[in-house]
């Protein structure tokens, strides 16, 4: 077994300690955050990259008469503590007052969550070398081709500050990802869990294989506008777009697709999301940037947007009570929900199938950019696995479309919602989201392959 | 560094490895941001470890630390070669590494003023007078301005006998008007969106912007485009501005280039490319005009590409990639061009930071100038959408069918520029697009532009490129297929 990198709460706290006693500024905040990372990487059904990394960075805020500033560094002798406290309190000394700046809290009641999974924090390069080597083996022997990763992480987390406050947080990470493809077409699967005893590399491998397989010799069908069946990675991506326009700054700022539509219906009734870090299938601090607990908050009740997320400044502004969502101080951004959770249906992906008459199944999306944000219309690609479905059946694999959908009306028009799930995918963070079967989705050309 | 480096080859060859290299970088930021009137992010970082690369059993490793004691290093060099030899279970062919002779150098770029010297309040007063000048505008209702700075100092050896040590100054600035009215929010950036310019230059890249001055105009272009004209939906000529082209360039040009990518070694994320290997001198991938090179070094200018050596001490290169319209050349690696049979690396294996393993990327892929004087270009069009500074983009994971969308636009109507246009977009299939390409201005118009966001990897890494452009012309592309209902 490799070794257990943890830190614990008891060291990161007197390396907090002895940061703040190196500050004479009004108030101190240290962040510290241990990070241990491996990365084992696969293509042409062979190990290319084998990575593994061990950082710590200690990063000090001061508050210095109503100013404040940060500086980090991953250097943690005393010369270099002492530097860099000394380089937060210069920064903050030479610039405006700040109107807005709030004292920094005493100790908060945070909920314990357990997210470490030993088993995952002490995997070794060989443990995930032999699941590659399988998956790789079967892939060959199919003749197909797999590239992929399989990592897993460990990462702790301390904050505390010079009002006495101290909280700690851990957690590992696993994740298996794979693409494997064929002349000309290709199919892909990922998970990830803070448990390794969750993934399973082979079945991922299976799955993305029989993509492959089922989108041989891809069709070309006429762009224009068509029921999509979106798997929950293809959801994730388009939704995880929305994360932002939920902060109470970006409204602030008349910059979220929610500036004057707070309570206005905008979405269909089956659309309920929440933030909700405490979900059973999240992973997160339970204390946000500032220290604050977070909150679970109804952000769309049946369609209709409710509440926004707030950091102590936002809230205070806003006169709304913070929600445990804030960034690390100072920022221009506020606060954001990280943990989005759809409510999902019972609907299984073979239930939207059967129950199409002509229509895509969509097994992951690419480089989504958003191109309006008001109407929220986004664009970007489909990829490794797009599927005519017709007559209630997959009938095969077709070349990948260009979207150009409003998010206002793709989820106007969700006509069926599968199991809500942790969904992993590449353009935005892991959230609970269910597979959706949404008519009249725009695609607006059509690529090569 | 020198001796942690040592340490690092040393061990590495004790415990196994046939080759190794080790990088130590000190990495130093600082970010200062405004926003309606004021200080956003103010903050400093420093980041310094080593990062330890090995082959051994025929396969590679890597291993990172920020534990610089000979203890920590040694370690970390132990912990490469195991993960090379766990790597060696499922290798499918030994590493084989294009040759490279040993180089002992040192290199620095360009800088005039050190940024870090410069008073951060005085850097804060520039932001906050363009943020005035923003908001004096009626209609804003949003104003921000931004300046990063980056000190990379880094030493590389090698068990071949390579010690290099270098330093890297880049400095960008920039500033954002928003505006929402109606139903709809509008933004210009200055002089270009992700942050705005960005080179490897000093503090005087700053002073040479003048964001103070160009605040007002920002505003009002961004007010004016809520009563502005839609882009209309067809086809028609487009003459891109330079800043536009340039990220043009990077996505259609410098991404399917990557020879790691075209060899499949990206497929899970990044992606493939559509250049495969028998496209080399056969393709057409423009018209004849068109000629572009991926150019490291410094002659070329102070890009965010630019540097004395790669990050596995090969010395800075210009490849040809488009000669007259005709594809000629990849971004490769040491191990990419003894896979293909070249005889040597070109140069681009870059690393964002010491923890992370250097993988091929952009250097600077510029559009070399051409011939047209801008007035003239805008005198000799009959019928066009002029597009400037880049709002949205997205393109396939084989870099071929893409979709842009700029900030503002105008109409060009029988040699003159005309009405503003609002919700600009161009698409295509990138050969066709580069070969339709019929007007690049001259060496005058021609912008080194930094595009300081570009990610690749996994796990993911951010690089900054270099991309030169003028304004160039365009016939029969696809218009207005982002807003079309």
Known sequence: ????????????????????????????????????????????????????????????????????????????????????????????????????????????????????????????????????????????????????????????????????????????????????????????????????????????GASASRKATASRAPKEIPPGRYTVILEPSAVLDLVGFLFYDFAGTAVLDQRSMFNKRIGTKLFGDNITICDDVYHPLQLGTPFDGEGVPREKVLLVDRGVPRNLVYSRATAKKMKKQPTGHGFSLPNEYGEAPMNLVFTGGKASVDEMVRSTERGILVTRLWYIREVDPYEKILTGMTRDGTFLVENGKISGGIRNFRFNQSMIEMLSNVEMLGEAVRAAGEESFEMVVPAMKVRGFHFSEVTKF | MRDWANWAIDTAKVRGATFADARVMDIRHRDVSTKNGDVGNLSESESLGIGIRVIAGGAWGFAATDRLTREGVQACAAEAVAIAKASALAKTHDAVLAPEGPHVDTWQGPFIKDPFRIPVERQIDVLLAADKEMRRVKGVTLAEGSMSFRRIEQYYASTEGSAIHQLKMLSGAGIVATTFAGSEIQKRSYPNSFGGQHMQRGYELVESLNLVGNAQRIAEESVALHSAAQCPEGTSTIILESAQLGLQIHESVGHPIELDRVLGMEANFAGLSFLTLDKLRTLRYGSDIVNVVADARLEHGPGLGTFGYDDEGVPAQCTPIITDGLFTGYLSNRETAAAIGEKRSGGTMRTESWSNLPIIRMTNISLLPGSWKYDDLIADTDDAILMSTNRSWSIDDHRYQFQFSTEIGWEVKNGKIGRMLKNPSYSGITTEFWGSCDAICSREHWTLWGTPNCGKGQPMQTMGTGHGASPSRFRNVKIGAAFAK
């Open chain 1, 1 to 204: 077994m490799a070794a257990d990198h943890r830190l614990g709460p008891g060291a990161l706290r007197e390396l907090a300690e002895r940061i703040i006693k190196f500050s004479d500024a009004d108030e101190t905040e240290v962040d510290i955050g241990a990070v241990t990372d491996a990365l084992t990487r696969f293509a042409n059904n062979t190990i290319h990259q084998n990575v593994a990394e061990q950082n710590l960075t200690v990063s000090v805020r001061t508050v210095v008469d109503g100013r404040t500033a940060r500086a980090t560094t991953n250097k943690t002798d005393d010369e270099s503590l002492r530097r860099v406290v000394r380089a937060a309190a210069d920064l903050a000394r030479f610039q405006p007052k700040n109107p807005d700046l709030l004292p920094m809290l005493k100790q908060q009641k945070t909920q314990k969550v357990a997210r470490f999974f030993p088993a995952t924090a002490t995997a070794m390069p060989a443990e995930r070398a032999r699941a590659v080597a399988r998956v790789c083996k079967a892939t060959a022997t199919a003749k197909q081709t797999a590239a992929g990763i399989f990592s897993t992480a460990m990462v702790e987390t301390a904050f505390a500050n010079s009002r006495g406050y101290f909280a700690h947080y851990e957690q590992t990470r696993a994740e298996f990802s794979v693409t494997i493809m064929e002349k000309d077409s290709s199919g892909w699967a990922k998970a990830n869990s803070p448990n390794i005893a969750d993934i399973d590399p082979d079945a991922l």
